[in-house]
């Protein structure tokens, strides 16, 4: 069992992290439909659907994981959705394709592909199935709310930092190895 402050602290990170994922991709459609066709695992005539399709899946999830009733079900969407986009990311490493964004986020936060991405989305899987976890029973007392207010915020920030060094260790390699 889990306690409900983690329950909820983790239901509404993944909701964020769905959601602006789900919100990235559907503002550049084109852009999400070349990061999709770069990748280079599905047929030229399927590119165009599963651009449509992932993003209505994320927003589906986020959704999902706002009401209790639907938490467990939209984990449970979660879990291979976030596996499908890790093997993805793990069979282009293993080609050795690292310099394709990894489209997760917007276009001003190109992410090219590495092992840092693999551990990332463990840790969300991770985070997915706890939410399937039975919640312990008790009551919420406002220490909670600021509890997870608070974890939220760290958890953004640690994410950010995440992002940024993702999308800025190419970069300082190439300068550390130009020299």
């Not at 280079?40 to 209790?68: C, D, F, K, M, Q």
């Amino acid at each position: 069992m889990i306690d409900p402050v983690i329950e909820l602290s983790l239901c509404f990170a993944l909701v964020l992290l769905f959601a602006a994922a789900a919100w990235h991709k559907v503002s550049d459609r084109m852009r999400f439909g070349a990061v999709v066709r770069a990748y280079n695992l599905l047929p030229s005539w399927l590119v165009a659907p599963a651009t449509r399709l992932l993003p209505l899946l994320e927003a589906s999830i986020a959704i999902g994981l706002l009401y209790p009733p639907t938490r467990r079900a939209a984990a449970l969407a979660g879990v291979p959705l976030l596996v499908l986009y890790t093997t993805a990311i793990s069979v282009n490493l293993a080609r050795g394709r690292r310099e394709i964004d990894c489209g997760c986020f917007a276009a001003s936060a190109r992410v090219p592909l590495s092992n840092w991405l693999v551990v990332r989305n463990a840790v969300l899987i991770g985070a997915a199935c706890l939410l399937l976890m039975p919640v312990r029973a008790r009551t919420l007392v406002w220490i909670d709310g600021l509890t997870v207010v608070t974890t939220l915020i760290t958890l953004s920030l640690l994410w950010a930092a995440g992002q940024r060094l993702a999308q800025t260790g190419p970069a300082l390699r190439q300068l550390g190895g130009a020299r």
